[in-house]
């Protein structure tokens, strides 16, 4: 009897075995979107792309990358008079060049403030600081004011010239970022100029001008810090990579209709870099740079789109003035243009 019992045991522990190894559940997203950045996908094709004026130093490496993963397929740069097959920018797309299908981030930038000073002098700015000179209150950059927030550094009187145009975007991220720390803020000085690109090389003794981090950087030039709390001495963030990666740590993304958007939360806490236990301060003044899919379906601008996200993987985008957009988003991105495709089989390199 005890043998028949064993015997027993033995075949259905053998039939459960059998049963569980016939059943594979469904894989996690983030398996899937891992196994989708691990390779790429060729459909033959050209993609014409409208390419955001901070990515055209990279523009031709990642032309090359793409032709030499797939020969049949390509992307140009777009011509005057074109409509885009593909976007590549922070702003909503010119309605004329491209019909948003979907999109999602790809990298991040951030909205600076350019202090621009002969002698060199670096400044922090305060809130109320900004808000003052951006209302015609403060003229002058020994104002008491600025002195205020900046008491270890000597700076000469000298008129502060305003830079009254600037990118919509940069300009947006930063104004809700002071208008946080300052709720009497105001801006009466700058407007938002769609297309609007700073001249950097006709930038006066003295000016202010709100730019992209991005385009500052290809200048060279260091952006204001911001003061964030009440000690001057030790309360301010700077923007640098690491502190706008921090800043892009506090995103929080979502699914809509048309796509992967993302939200800063400045109330979550931002995440440290790889390797570290301590985040950096975050700049908050931040915002994604969109990958976006124009007009029809299309199977060859679908796969384009997923070339151009694996980039930060590949550490292209670290060649560019641009931040990479945090892990989780890029995959969520990955996942979104890569609906329809076919199972990519090219393993990367």
Known sequence: MNVAKRISSIITASLIVV???????????????????????CIDGNAKVDFSPSIYGAVTTWQDSLTAACTGMTMTELAEGETADISVGAAIPDAAKCVPLISAPMAVDAGVIVAYLADGTQVALS???????????????????????????????????????ADPTALLALT????????????????????????????????????????????????????????????????????????????VAS??????????????????????DIPFPPYQAVYPINVTLCGAESLTNRAIAKFLLRLDSQGAISNTSLVG?????????????????????????
């Open 19 to 41: 049963a569980l190894s016939a059943c594979t559940p469904p894989k996690p997203p983030e398996l899937l979107a891992q196994e989708a950045e691990q390779t790429f996908t």
């Open 127 to 165: 809130a109320k600081s900004i808000g003052l000179i951006l209302s015609g209150k403060i003229t002058d950059w020994s104002d008491v004011q600025i002195k205020k927030d900046n008491p270890l550094v000597s700076i000469n009187p000298l008129p502060i010239v305003v830079n009254t145009q």
């Open 176 to 251: 809700t970022w002071l208008t946080r720390l300052d709720s009497a803020f105001a801006n009466t000085l700058i407007k938002p100029t769609p297309g609007f690109v700073v001249d950097t090389t006709a930038l006066v003794d003295g000016s202010l001008t709100v730019m992209n981090f991005s385009d500052a950087a290809i200048a060279g030039l260091t952006p204001a810090s911001i003061v964030v709390g009440k000690n001057p001495k030790t309360d301010y963030v700077g923007a640098t990579v690491d502190t706008i990666d921090s800043g892009a740590s506090q995103f």
């Open 255 to 276: 699914h809509t209709t048309t796509g992967v958007s993302v939200k800063l939360n400045p109330d979550k806490k931002p995440t440290p870099p790889r390797g570290a």
């Open 325 to 349: 957009i945090p892990e989780e988003i890029r995959i969520e991105s990955i996942l979104e243009v890569s609906k329809g495709l076919p199972k990519a089989s090219a393993p990367t390199n």
